[in-house]
């Protein structure tokens, strides 16, 4: 089941002035880029991709909705909006990104487990046909 995620892009939140941050540290601009909408990025990059399997157990491979990440600029610099875009939306995507990145490696050790019990029932059946052609030989030639 494919669930529906649209990503509205990023946004900012741009507070100039003589504002301070969370900190307290007095600045002349925080810029604060957010990335919402990726609940179930991975999920649906997992179901639209050519994995031999369909995730069922979402839950495991949701990410957050939103992600956010500010960038202040202390009194002393001079204040660069564009820039402080730049390095807000980097931030952000680092941290998508690596949330991201982690559900990933999560559904290859699913796979990794799915790949093992897929042999070991070949290994059996293998086995069983070895022993039943060994057996009808013996009855044909005996």
């Known amino acids: 089941m494919c669930k529906k995620s649209v990503k509205s892009g990023v946004k900012y939140n741009i507070a100039t002035g003589n504002v301070s941050r969370r900190d307290g540290v ?12 990726t609940r179930y990025d991975v999920v649906n990059l997992l179901n ?16 957050p909705d ?6 202040s600029c202390l009194m002393t610099d001079t204040y660069n ?13 680092l941290k998508y990104n690596a949330d991201k990145l982690e559900k990933i490696d999560l ?5 990794e487990v799915i790949r093992k019990r897929l042999l070991t029932q070949k290994e059996i059946i293998t086995g069983r046909m070895t022993r039943d052609k060994a057996a009808l030989a013996e009855e044909v030639g005996g």
Do not use: H, M
């Not at 007095?26 to 909408?37: H, M, R, V, W």
């Not at 939103?66 to 960038?71: G, L, P, V």
């Open 26 to 37: 007095p600045s002349q601009g925080i810029t604060t880029a957010k990335l919402c909408n």
């Open 81 to 93: 909006e564009e820039k402080g875009k730049t390095i807000a939306k980097q931030k952000c995507l």
């Open 48 to 63: 639209n991709s050519k994995a031999p399997f369909a995730v069922t157990d979402e839950s495991r491979y949701v990410l």
């Open 107 to 111: 559904a290859l050790a699913d796979l």
């Open 66 to 71: 939103c992600y956010a990440a500010s960038t």
